[in-house]
């Protein structure tokens, strides 16, 4: 079962413009979500977060919403940088378990 | 910003020997440690939470005997696989939280049993 989904595997995006990553979400409970970004070979490493009480959260070319009515949440980078290139993974948080999706490869074009 | 510091990064044992990671928590301490399994092109799943002190809490499907979790101290977490299967070939990660701020994870310790 499948709490978490990305079902988007990849995504290419030109250099300077907007990248969207989305996540979808099946339990209610979740109550914190985070992005999370991955190299090859390396742990994931914490980008932003939002708390289940927001709908937006920004933090420099990084921007995260929130819609709980349809358990749908997004990240946004503008404008996206060839050092971005990387696996994007959604995951939430409820209790203290968080559940990752997939991930998503994220690939700018300079 | 917070670090977790895993150890080994790469490790290649033989089938039937046991194989020990490191999880260490650098700058702060953390009570609960949680240990993860990535299979290839796969989501990151939950292995166990490690706490310090008591016994681990496993996962539905995570075989307790075989994977022993030792939290040692407020900065040591430690995963044994013990009695290696090629099966267990995979990449694990440790991750802990710094108070209430989101987890932190280690760079992972790809494994492989031959």
């Known amino acids: 079962d499948q709490q978490v989904k990305q079902n988007s595997p990849s995504l290419s995006v030109q250099e300077g413009r907007i990248s969207i990553l989305n996540c979808d979400y099946t339990?209610?409970?979740?109550?914190?979500f985070l992005w999370y970004k991955k190299y090859p070979a390396e742990g994931p490493t914490f980008l932003i977060s939002?708390?289940?009480?927001?709908d937006k959260n920004e933090d420099g070319r990084f921007t995260v919403f929130l819609n709980k009515s349809a358990k749908h949440l997004s990240l946004h980078i503008v404008p996206s940088q060839p050092g971005d290139s990387a696996v994007y993974f959604c995951a939430a948080e409820y209790g203290n378990k968080l559940v990752f999706g997939a991930g998503t490869i994220l690939r700018v074009k300079s | 910003g917070a670090v977790v510091s895993q150890h080994p990064s790469r490790v290649i044992c033989k089938s039937g020997t046991s194989v020990k990671i490191e999880c260490r928590s650098l700058?702060?301490?953390?009570?609960?440690m949680f240990w993860y399994r990535q299979f290839p092109k796969q989501s990151l799943m939950l292995m166990a939470t490690s706490n310090e002190g008591s016994k681990a809490t496993y996962e539905q499907g995570v075989e307790k005997d075989k994977f022993l979790i030792n939290h040692a101290s407020l900065t040591l977490s430690t995963l044994t696989v013990t009695s290696a299967h090629p099966e267990d070939s995979s990449f694990y990660i440790c991750?802990?939280?710094?108070?209430?701020?989101?987890?932190?994870f280690g760079n992972g310790t790809r494994l492989t049993v031959t």
């Open positions: 700058d702060f301490q953390a009570t609960t």
């Open positions: 339990n209610s409970m979740f109550d914190y």
């Open positions: 939002i708390s289940s009480i927001k």
């Open positions: 991750s802990a939280r710094d108070r209430a701020g989101p987890l932190h």
